[in-house]
């Protein structure tokens, strides 16, 4: 039987796919390609949270929106203590108030 790791506020619980399918717990989603232009220390700092998380980036990016658009917190206070040292690893300042005016530099 396959296994599926779910997270949620930082506790990991592991349950098969039948199980999920039982309880009628998935839902059927259809996925498509993206290429998604990120600032680089910004996804420096995903990709390594996303490996500390054990998922993939767009599992947590998906888990990011999915809890943005209910205006839910994505994150336990543990996992939020992860990220400032991942952001202190890769020297990522960046803040809420910077995503408005981001511009690229000349390449």
Avoid at 21 to 36: D, W
Avoid at 79 to 99: F, M, Q
Wanted: aromatic share 8%; net charge negative; charged share 25%.
């Amino acid at each position: 039987m396959l296994g599926c790791k779910y997270w949620y506020l930082d506790t990991k619980i592991e349950i098969t796919y039948n199980a999920l399918r039982k309880e009628g717990a998935m839902k059927s989603v259809t996925r498509v390609q993206t290429g998604l232009r990120l600032e680089a220390r910004l996804l420096k700092t995903m990709k390594a949270l996303a490996e500390y998380l054990d998922i993939s980036v767009a599992e947590l990016v998906e888990g990011m929106a999915l809890h943005a658009f209910e205006g839910k917190a994505p994150f336990s206070e543990e996992t939020l203590g992860k990220i400032e040292a991942l952001r202190a690893v890769y020297g990522l300042d960046l803040t809420a108030a910077d995503s408005h005016s981001l511009t690229e530099d000349p390449q």
